[in-house]
């Protein structure tokens, strides 16, 4: 059973700091990570992808990879009250497949203004 | 219109109704999926069609029914549904299927309710 953890929060962050967002997986061999963000009551939105250790910035927001960890991240950067969001980790396993992305239950950030 | 656009936004019926939920995309894209989304607990992939060919998922009940036309349309028929499959319905697009680097473009979904 491939899983995707992440800590539901909510985790609560004063505007202008860096907020972290966290997510492990537990198939060693998944190849493509995405971090979407949902706002309440709507769909959600692809914000970043990675697929390659390290780390990929786009704006504010950074996406970090350790495969040896199996460990993905977020940080959001000069966070915003508009950033407030339920912010889920999606994983595609190796050579992807009919199983798809495995999402994780996402995490509920809330920025304090 | 652009994007991923869905039909009904909201939905009541009754275990015995026979409804449908409408998907088109707007994008060019070759997959098509239908996502469902209940409180607490991750996304769920319920089925997949790339290029039109269904990619089948054994664990969603046949009281749910796809059908995808053409690559543009996608449609899911309910009929004699349970109040425990209330949920968030999401329609997602991708450009392409099973290479492992799937871009999700979803829908507004469909808040079904069953009563």
């Known amino acids: 059973q491939k899983e995707v953890e992440q800590n539901s929060g909510p985790l609560s962050v004063p505007e202008g700091a860096i907020a972290s967002l966290n997510c492990t997986y537990s198939d060693r061999g998944s190849q493509s990570f995405f971090w979407y963000r949902q706002y309440s009551g709507k769909s959600p939105e692809l914000i970043m992808f990675i697929y390659s250790n390290g780390d990929k910035e786009d704006g504010r927001f950074t996406a970090q990879l350790n495969k040896a960890s199996q460990y993905v991240s977020l940080l959001i950067r000069d966070s915003q009250p508009s950033d407030s969001a339920t912010y889920l980790c999606a994983v595609t396993p190796a050579g992807g497949g009919a199983d798809g992305l495995t999402f994780g239950k996402g995490t509920h950030l809330i920025i304090q203004p | 219109e652009t994007g991923v656009t869905q039909t009904p936004r909201h939905l009541v019926m009754g275990m015995t109704n026979k409804k449908s939920l409408k998907c088109e995309q707007h994008?060019?894209?070759?997959?098509m999926y239908w996502y469902k989304q209940s409180a607490k607990k991750p996304l769920e992939l319920m089925f997949v069609?790339?290029?039109?060919?269904r990619v089948e998922n054994n664990s969603v009940p046949s009281r749910f029914s796809p059908e995808c036309p053409n690559s543009s349309h996608l449609f899911l028929h309910l009929h004699t549904l349970q109040p425990e499959d209330s949920a968030l319905y999401l329609c997602?697009?991708?450009?392409?299927w099973g290479r492992g680097n799937e871009k999700l473009f979803f829908g507004s979904g469909t808040q079904l309710s069953v009563l």
């Open positions: 997602a697009s991708s450009q392409e």
């Open positions: 994008l060019g894209h070759n997959a």
């Open positions: 069609y790339s290029l039109e060919e």
